[in-house]
């Protein structure tokens, strides 16, 4: 067990070290395709997707989930660099 690792994916510093553990050797990009697909699968092969309104409205109201990503980035617990 690590010392100060968030262990709980439904608490917004757990979700973004869960997903900092997806694919972390990925781009941004090919890790977002990975996501994609594995949502896919779990539809049921059924399209998906997402809504860009929402994530241009989140991006501008993320200053909190930003520093979460850095702190835990600085303390060695996040994988990858928070967009």
């Known amino acids: 067990m690590f010392h100060g690792m968030p262990h709980n994916p439904m608490i917004t510093v757990g979700a ?3 997903a ?3 694919a ?3 781009s941004a990009a090919d ?3 990975t996501v994609l697909q594995a949502w896919a699968k779990l539809a049921g092969q059924a399209s998906v997707g997402f809504d860009n309104a929402v994530l241009l409205s989140e991006r501008n ?4 989930n930003l520093a979460l990503a850095y ?3 600085k303390n ?3 994988l990858t660099t928070p967009i």
């Open 76 to 78: 060695g617990l996040s």
């Open 61 to 64: 109201t993320a200053d909190r």
């Open 31 to 33: 890790c977002f395709d």
């Open 24 to 26: 972390p050797d990925l």
């Open 71 to 73: 702190l835990m980035r």
């Open 20 to 22: 900092s553990l997806i």
């Open 16 to 18: 973004i070290m869960c």
